[in-house]
């Protein structure tokens, strides 16, 4: 397979991705984009084995390490630092819990409908996705200055 063939793939995996993603907002089933996540970066993974022109050499080697190294010594700072706001906002107020339902279920009914007095979770799962895109930018950063400053894209092609 060639290079640019794979990036189309990519490219392809990536729209799926997005329409999963979709289906699984509409459908209110996490499990489809989890799955379908999965088995892009499997089918990804496998595609890249199968490039025939990859060009990886030590110098592209150092530079993917350095860059990986100073996205977590970057990302870690800055995690612990989201992680101790929600902490402190976390421990302000009262911590949520509460004594067993009452036996007519109002707590149970109270949950399903969406409660607005009920934390919502949802705002978990975009927090986390909001700093693994924090990490991603990071990287390509960190991937961009080492690239610069060891040459790493003086042997491009295209």
Do not use: C
């Not at 990536?14 to 459908?27: G, I, K, M, P, T």
């Not at 490039?51 to 190294?69: C, F, P, S, Y």
């Not at 870690?76 to 007519?104: E, K, N, Q, Y």
């Not at 409908?113 to 895109?133: E, K, N, Y």
């Amino acid at each position: 397979m060639k290079r640019n063939t794979f990036y189309i793939l990519l490219g392809i995996v990536a729209l799926l991705e997005v329409v999963a993603f979709w289906v699984a907002v509409q459908l209110a089933r996490p499990i489809v984009i989890q799955v379908a996540f999965i088995l892009g970066v499997l089918l990804l993974y496998a595609a890249r084995r199968m490039v025939e022109e990859r060009l990886e050499d030590e110098r592209t080697n150092l530079i993917t390490q350095k860059a990986a190294l100073r996205t977590l010594e970057v990302f870690w700072v800055i995690f612990f630092a989201v992680s101790l706001g929600s902490a402190v906002l976390g421990f302000s107020r009262p911590l949520g819990l509460r004594g067993p339902p009452p036996p007519d279920g109002q707590v149970v009914i109270r949950v399903i409908q969406g409660d607005p007095a009920l934390p919502h979770i949802g705002w978990f799962g975009i927090g986390q996705m909001a700093l693994l895109g924090l990490m991603i930018l990071l990287y390509v950063g960190f991937r961009i200055y080492y690239g610069r400053k060891y040459g790493g894209w003086d042997s491009d092609e295209e």
